[in-house]
């Protein structure tokens, strides 16, 4: 999506996302957008926005419950078998549903490993603003504990 994104001439993103830890709210997930605004051309920054843990209801919440009810009662074999149910949740309006080929999947743990200083995100549970930012060929990062409001600069870069 951010490639497709950054090839329109789009230069901001904005990502709302929930605030599972495991998912949207880690180094490896900085790791990744770090490197993604290194090597892009119109995209400068990409911010995180966290909802307040418990108070979110997401279109994709609602998607994967629509999917898990479809999902009842066939008989799953092949990862196609999921694009195929997916198809029919919803008749009218059909998901968009892009397929990931072996080469899509990237580590970027050991990319977070490898320049990301271990404290840079201590403390990011409590973290509901995040922006990454380009500047000059620099790569600035801000957090916050409230929605646009005072950022502060993270260290992120590891330094051994």
Not at 28 to 54: M, P, W
Not at 81 to 100: K, N
Not at 118 to 127: D, E, L, Q, Y
Request: hydrophobic share 35%; aromatic share 8%; glycine share 4%.
């Amino acid at each position: 999506m951010l490639n497709k994104l950054d090839q329109s001439g789009v230069e901001h993103v904005i990502f709302h996302s929930d605030t599972c830890g495991s998912q949207n709210r880690n180094s490896i997930l900085g790791a990744a957008i770090i490197n993604f605004l290194c090597n892009k051309r119109h995209i400068t920054v990409v911010e995180q926005k966290y909802f307040e843990s418990g108070h979110s209801q997401m279109e994709c919440d609602s998607m994967r419950s629509a999917i898990e009810c479809a999902m009842q009662g066939l008989e799953i074999n092949l990862p196609s078998d999921y694009q195929q149910c997916m198809q029919m949740v919803r008749r009218s309006q059909l998901y968009m549903i892009e397929e990931l080929n072996h080469e899509d999947i990237w580590d970027y743990k050991t990319l977070s490993q490898r320049i990301i200083s271990p404290s840079a995100f201590n403390g990011i549970m409590k973290i509901h603003h995040i922006k990454y930012r380009r500047e000059e060929g620099d790569l600035v990062v801000t957090m916050a504990t409230d929605i646009d409001r005072n950022m502060t600069e993270v260290k992120y870069w590891r330094r051994d």
